[in-house]
């Protein structure tokens, strides 16, 4: 195992000082929380996450959680993170007072979640879940089922799931045909098996609280007759006594890689027991389910990011202690007598090294925006201004939940090749966050739907205003950085590529006015890394402005190579990683017609 | 576990159409050879395949070899792989008639190790290193170490292995400290320690021939003062009894992939009893050793080129049988009225299904043009000749080793991408094959060490004589599709990137030229990356000429719906693969220097 898991002083100068979170504090939402109650929190979820999560991270893996005798067995640290966070209000941080909450500022959870994380990105999840179907109740159920569920959920004592998924159906949720038949005791009956189910079961929660997408009987087909329902494992009655609900363990998935994070088969009303509680109105499921999604995107573009900054961690801790090798003389040659090198002093291992970092840490300030804007979108009391950062945070969300997951999982890839042979052997943890990064691009809408969605509805969203308004941001960075004679070329180049986006768009557009939608969305994907790049260009390029505003003022809150490092690794992902949108602009404006398909057979 | 392996079709058609084995059956090496008695075994490897190999390979990942009382303990499979595999022939094929083998041609017998490698990845290695060492013995062994070893390792009964990397020393060979004690007895006492050995010991070999460097007392420093021996596990005595030789088996490696394929810890002489005979001269190891290493690297990309095509296999009856999703309507909406689709329909899926198909047969043509210098270099008694498939095998090498490693490993994420969550699930073998090809971008040489050879050596070799032939060879297939005028736009593409090639190289060579070696390989990855896109891409066009050829003709070798797919995998390789040479060259060509230590830390 490594050391360490983060660079907390990157955290906190991203959380600090490049997002500032001074500006979202002064809404009053915020007004009970300040800079130093904020970083006591987030000291106080790292030493936790260092004595709870961390040194638990390996033994999780090498013994998953399994199903056994109806329920699924999981490692006991799955309790701590569930009782001991929800008491220190990992759960319940981001809710309103009135649902029980501290109405911490989403980028200050978020920086705490991501604490946990990268410490042990087996266990945030429960506690996650929880906290995302809480929010559903509190915010779309009526009084009764929030007085039932929602202090227990916050307080970690029970369990909360998303149950989406069905065998026939997978992301296709407009095929669901999970049952619920109205009664006259004011419940549903609920009929039907949902897969993949995170943190669907495990032998310590007393109660698990599923957010289950069901068909009331007679709903039109498709996505319009979908309906939410609360259906608890055991259900309370009047006294508080639990029943048990019909709700069954039907099997587990044994998975590649976080492997401590169950992942269930459940089955709903076996024995025409089942009872569900409709949340809000009837046929209206999707839709609260996906004003909820955009924090489940963001919380895995956060894990994503954070396993990418723990790999990091320990590839770099590595490479800064193995001598191997020496460095080449002026004949070409490498000369036996002198000492080996630190194989951080390679070259080669440094472009590893520095990408990685690159990734990491942009990954984590993308992450954060996205928390700023929705901090600014639902604390603000000025239509326009909450209309502004919703329309960013729309537009972002793709890339939030993608590049993270994308990109993390190559960051990765290079710290495995930094350890070389170690870091294939199960010894070495970096074999561990390769394979647990790769769900990441699955989760909650792959990279493909993550892409439709970029492309299809969020360009064209209110008439382009939500891209407007992100080129916009980015523009001002431009002109920002201009100012700086060291920066200048800098803008230059991300101008220049902003430009080429929109080209790429003049080119797509067409199709989309034609009505030839599979066109216009066949090579989303590579759209998606497009913009994903100047996305993260831009994120680079304002840290730089702003270290070097810190080094011109002379700050000393952090280093100066720590300012340095900030402006360096912008100038490596401009040299290493920007180009490639050359490329893919290439591609996108090829007009060969190549996947989409026809009466040719091209798979023999 | 999916219904198919390979491709045995492509596989043929790039042997007997593309490459024509037939040109290399005339030489007098292999005149005993046709091209049905090639066939006849091909057919045959594959029924072995099919029966021995396929069926335990998710058991061997689930029950790894592991270390037991001394030894290591493997699948039975492991037995039948060498004893049934040497009866076949498995191991002897490419050997000279004088040395018991069969002279069968380099590209035959790839063709078939690639139908075990895909088959069941974690068993040919054992054939394969026995080979190898065998070979070393064959060459460069005087006669009696030869009658006494290579026999017996040719039919499989003894185990042969191949030892390098000390635990001090990793890819870095001149540090190697296992010392050769000169002693009266012709032999050498040998004492020191080897990690990463692969198929180091099994519970069924009688014996075990390791092929160990090691330095004799008194040799100077660096790689030129390595010799080879070979130190038998038990060592035979004149009555062919075999004795104890000291050579132990201390633990060995958990990995994340190829879990079957045992890699070993061995100490030699611990009870300073044992002896290693010396191959050949003394000082000359390293020498042998990389003599043999085209070998061994065309084994890696052959073994990463066959998961590749084992996992698009997979994904493909995946997705032709996994009904999710609908096509767009012309308002960009879906109908879910309207039967849901089968997931190849989706563009998104047909493009990460051309993908792999564009990779897995390009890494497969690739081998089998490495196979064919190979076997023309050795066949012909022409110098000039000679010379020239010997350069252009050695330009190609690293590519061989890489390309189907790194695109390989990419090919297989989007196999698991295809399968969405089932991917990442246990029941489902994409993930296994993720893992496992993950160990070819490291083994015999990682990347980062192939793309110096690349740059640093085989660029520069002979003045640029070898580079100088490959772009001929590549000019030649530009020329013969310009013939044809839907092929001609592509000729042009491939031109202009050959081109490109030779600007990056002259912004490059005047680093190399003022003796900053570290300036001029900093980059090395890249080029790497660069010049396998451009060489993919003349083996694509290539096929598509052959495969426009048969369409002429009207050959009924294969369906014209499969020639038409060879044509349709090179519009897609240029399409969506080609255009990264252009940020590629951006960034070699771009003169920042970032990834060289200065005296400024980049890693706070």
Chains 1, 2 share one sequence.
């Not at 966070?85 to 959870?109: C, R, T, V």
């Not at 950085?481 to 200048?488: E, M, Q, R, T």
Request: hydrophobic share 40%; glycine share 8%.
């Amino acid at each position: 195992m490594a050391k360490e898991y983060l660079d907390i002083d990157t955290l906190k100068y991203l959380l600090y000082d490049v997002h500032s979170l001074e500006d979202v504090l002064q809404y009053e939402r915020f007004q009970d929380h300040d800079l130093g109650s904020v970083d006591m929190f987030v000291d106080s979820v790292k030493e936790f996450s260092d004595r709870e999560l961390f040194p638990y991270f390996k033994e999780m893996d090498e013994n998953p959680a399994h199903y056994k005798d109806g329920t699924v067995m999981v490692h006991k640290q799955v309790d701590v993170m569930m009782k001991k966070g929800g008491e220190m209000g990992l759960i319940a941080a981001p809710f309103d007072y009135k649902d029980g909450g501290l109405q911490l500022p989403s980028m200050a959870y978020t920086s705490t979640a991501y604490i946990l994380d990268a410490a042990n990105n087996h266990l945030p999840g429960y506690a996650g879940l929880t906290l995302g179907s809480a929010e559903l109740i509190a915010h779309f159920a009526n009084e009764e089922l929030n007085a039932t569920y929602v202090p227990k959920m916050l307080a970690g004592e029970w369990a909360g799931t998303m149950c989406l998924t069905e065998p026939q159906a997978g992301s296709s949720l407009s095929d669901i045909t999970t049952k619920a038949i109205p009664t006259e005791g004011g419940f549903y009956k609920i009929n039907g098996q949902k897969i993949f189910i995170s943190g669907g079961d495990t032998q310590y929660a007393e109660n698990i609280i599923h957010l289950v997408l069901a068909r009331i009987e007679g709903a039109p087909a498709g996505t319009k007759g979908i309906s939410l329902f609360v259906v608890p494992k055991n259900r309370p009655d009047t006294d508080g006594n639990l029943n048990y609900n019909d709700v069954t363990t039907v099997a587990d998935f044994q998975k590649m890689g976080q492997r401590g994070y169950c992942t269930t088969h459940l089955g709903f009303g076996d024995k025409d027991d089942c009872r569900g509680w409709l949340v809000g109105e009837p046929h209206q499921g999707l839709k609260y389910m996906f004003l909820m999604m955009n924090g489940a995107r963001i919380a895995v573009g956060r894990g994503a990011a954070a396993i990418a900054m723990a790999a990091y961690q320990a590839s770099l801790e590595y490479a800064n202690e193995r001598p191997q090798g020496r460095k080449l003389t002026s004949t070409g040659k490498k000369n036996p007598d002198e000492n080996q090198s630190l194989i951080i002093e390679h070259p080669d291992v440094r472009r590893m090294l520095l990408l990685q970092k690159a990734i990491a840490e942009a990954s984590l300030s993308l992450v954060l925006l996205a928390s700023r804007y929705q901090d600014i979108k639902q604390a603000t009391k000025d239509e326009g201004e909450r209309t502004k950062y919703h329309l960013l945070l729309e537009m972002i969300i793709p890339i939030v939940k993608t590049f993270p997951s994308e990109a993390g999982a190559v960051a990765v890839n290079n710290g495995v090749q930094v350890l070389g042979g170690y870091g294939f052997c199960s010894d070495f943890i970096l074999q561990q966050y390769y394979r647990d990064i790769r769900i990441s691009a699955i989760y909650e809408g792959t990279t493909g739907i993550q892409s439709q969605d970029l492309l299809g509805r969020k360009i064209a969203m209110e008439n382009g205003k939500a891209l407007e308004l992100l080129a916009a941001e980015i523009m001002a960075t431009i002109t920002a950085a201009s100012a700086y004679d060291d920066l200048k070329p800098y803008a230059g180049m991300l101008g220049a590529k902003l430009k080429l986006s929109q080209e790429v768009l003049a080119h797509l557009m067409p199709f989309a006015q034609k009505g030839d939608y599979e066109r216009y969305l066949a090579d989303a994907n590579l759209f998606m890394e497009f913009m994903s790049i100047v996305v993260i260009s831009w994120l680079w390029l304002d840290m730089a402005i702003k270290a070097k505003q810190s080094l011109l003022k002379g700050d000393t809150k952090y280093s100066e190579a720590f300012y340095e490092s900030k402006i360096h690794t912008m100038r490596f992902y401009f040299k290493y990683e920007l180009p490639k949108t050359t490329g893919l602009a290439e591609s996108l404006m090829n007009s060969e017609v190549l996947t989409i398909k026809t009466n040719k057979e091209v798979f023999v």
